[in-house]
């Protein structure tokens, strides 16, 4: 069991690594894409660490401070909503489905690798 200041701290850490990764990908990817491949790859990853036989402190650190300050729903619903509120429904829907299916399809993916490796 991790203390819980011990605990915090690593997800502090953890999310400040992945917020800087977050921007990173901002920077190199425009717009919706970027939107998507940080949600797949954060989900992909967190697949993985739930099957992964890591300690609680990388546990912590990793899917609870990386993955959770590296994706973004917050960025996903701005993106969905402002796109349907341009008239543009149709890409809104599209953006939205494809989200969900590529973070579902990594989470899957992460877990399923995770599970033959380990």
Do not use: K, Y
Not at 43 to 49: A, K, P, R, Y
Not at 53 to 59: M, N, Q, R, T
Not at 64 to 81: P, W, Y
């Amino acid at each position: 069991m991790t203390d819980p200041l011990v605990a915090a701290l690593l997800v502090g850490v953890g999310g400040a690594f992945g917020a800087t990764a977050r921007h990173a990908v901002g920077l190199a990817v425009d717009g919706r894409e970027a939107i998507v491949i940080v949600n797949a790859a954060g989900s992909f990853v967190l697949g993985w660490l739930l099957v992964a036989p890591v300690g609680s402190a990388l546990a912590i650190a990793a899917a609870i401070g990386f993955c959770g300050a590296f994706t973004t729903f917050s960025s996903f619903a701005v993106e969905t909503v402002s796109t349907a509120e341009d008239g543009q429904a149709g890409v809104a829907v599209g953006f939205a489905l494809a989200n969900l299916v590529a973070a579902f399809l990594a989470f899957f993916l992460g877990s399923a690798l995770a599970t033959a490796v380990w």
